[in-house]
């Protein structure tokens, strides 16, 4: 069984292994950035008081038998402030026309904007290599554990979430958009910069341009990649798409990814997840079940651990009920959640 849970202390290392993992960009290799991201997230969870600016969860799925880390995913209460922006190009198009010439042209542009009081944000999803085609489809539900946690404490955060997303990356593992507007307006490497904006963006509002910027002029290369995402990428770009995130044509400022938007009582998963009573296995083996991911409704006071886990449902008449399979049982899932029959839980359908 995969147990989906808050991170810990002790999941440092395995954090940092994910970090060197060949085109990884999600999560910091430095070791003291990845120690204050743990920490920063055992408050959030534990502390309901502080502003939402100040919390950010990082969530970890782990196999219950070997004890192995298999994936990490993350999502911030906001993620814009006064002292902080959330800043973004703006992608458009400029008509111009010479009556004189009888000649006219369409040229993309990108404006540089910001947002101060901005929405939630989800991001830093990573999955163990070994385990991206596993059967337990453990990508998916490191993905979809977050907007769990949402539907189960919807004051944590905004009425609007963003993700922001990869695009295509050059032959040398390098940003085309970056190498293209970023560094001849700054003369630092993109991770470089990517690292300082999270301690001070000041040098965003002094060094990149407030006006227009014509894509006409940019290499073709950092053309297309604007608003696109990487191959590796697709199947989160798909994933969010199904379930209400939209393109609004907003991209990063450093790299062109597209941000998807949705206002967050509308994402199909948030909105379709609903209390239940536990009552174990399903007993019928011909039930139809539904995949989702389960968790109990506490009763043991703001310093319970979040966890939860993936299941075949079963749900009639405000009762749920779990298919036996061959990741894990209905025993298993009262062990992993410490739960009993009676008890409430919370289940999130994924579609």
């Not at 296995?281 to 009763?299: D, N, P």
Request: one cysteine or more; hydrophobic letters at 40%.
């Amino acid at each position: 069984m995969i147990l989906l849970r808050e991170a810990r202390d002790s999941d440092l290392d395995s954090l940092l292994q994910f970090a060197q993992i060949p085109g990884m960009f999600n999560l910091p290799g430095d070791p003291d950035t990845l120690r204050d991201r743990i920490t920063k997230s055992l408050r959030s969870f534990k502390r309901s008081d502080l502003p939402l600016a100040d919390t950010k969860y990082t969530f970890i799925a782990e196999d219950q038998e070997s004890g192995r880390i298999l994936a990490t995913s993350m999502i911030a209460g906001q993620h814009g402030t006064p002292d902080s922006p959330h800043f973004y190009f703006q992608s458009g198009n400029e008509k111009r026309f010479s009556e004189t010439i009888n000649t006219g042209f369409i040229h993309g542009t990108l404006t540089l904007n910001y947002d101060t009081e901005g929405p939630s944000e989800i991001g830093a999803l990573v999955v163990d290599p070994e385990f991206r085609n596993h059967d337990a489809r453990v990508g998916r539900q490191i993905a979809f554990v977050r907007f769990l946690y949402v539907a189960s404490d919807r004051k944590r955060f905004r009425d609007r979430v963003i993700a922001e997303l990869l695009p295509p990356l050059n032959k040398r593992g390098l940003s085309p958009l970056w190498e293209a507007i970023g560094r001849r307006f700054t003369s630092m490497d993109y991770w470089e910069a990517d690292l300082l904006c999270a301690k001070n963006k000041d040098f965003i509002f002094d060094l990149f341009p407030s006006g227009k910027i014509y894509t006409t002029f940019l290499p073709a290369e950092a053309r297309n990649a604007i608003g696109k995402v990487g191959k590796e990428t697709e199947p989160v770009f798909h994933m969010l798409k199904k379930i209400g995130f939209e393109y609004r044509n907003q991209v990063d400022p450093f790299d062109g990814g597209p941000h998807l938007w949705c206002e967050t009582d509308r994402i199909l998963p948030v909105a379709k997840t609903k209390p239940f009573i536990w009552r174990g296995e399903a007993t019928s083996s011909g039930a139809t079940g539904v995949a989702g991911l389960l968790k109990k409704i506490s009763t043991e006071g703001p310093l319970a651990e979040f966890r939860a886990v993936a299941v075949s449902a079963v749900l009639e008449g405000g009762e749920i009920t779990v298919k036996k399979s061959p990741e894990s049982s209905a025993s298993e899932v009262e062990v992993a959640l410490e739960i009993h029959s009676g008890d409430s839980v919370l289940f999130m359908p994924y579609y």
